[in-house]
């Protein structure tokens, strides 16, 4: 029986980025180099919440205990943030 999609939990990271953003590109493969759970991706453009908190800051992963984990970060950074998660 396949597994029903709203029985899944959400991702508990999300990453923070915009249209067009080198550094945002940069990050996904840092986040692939880490293998990193899954995420979310939050569009901060068209929000202008978001866009206040976020424009000059992204990309920024975040996780579902509030923390964040500004940019530039690399695998290693991206592994400890998770592991302080997970623990």
């Not at 692939?32 to 990309?59: C, H, K, M, N, S």
């Not at 579902?64 to 998660?85: C, H, K, N, Q």
Request: with cysteine.
């Amino acid at each position: 029986m396949p597994r029903n999609a709203l029985s899944q939990p959400s991702p508990t990271l999300q990453l923070f980025q915009r249209d067009h953003c080198p550094l945002c590109d940069q990050a996904l493969d840092v986040l692939a180099q880490a293998r990193a759970p899954d995420f979310e991706t939050v569009w901060i453009d068209d929000d202008q919440a978001l866009e206040a908190r976020y424009g000059i800051r992204v990309p920024v992963l975040r996780a579902a205990d509030g923390r964040e984990l500004d940019w530039p970060f690399d695998a290693a950074a991206v592994r400890t943030f998770i592991g302080a998660s997970a623990g």
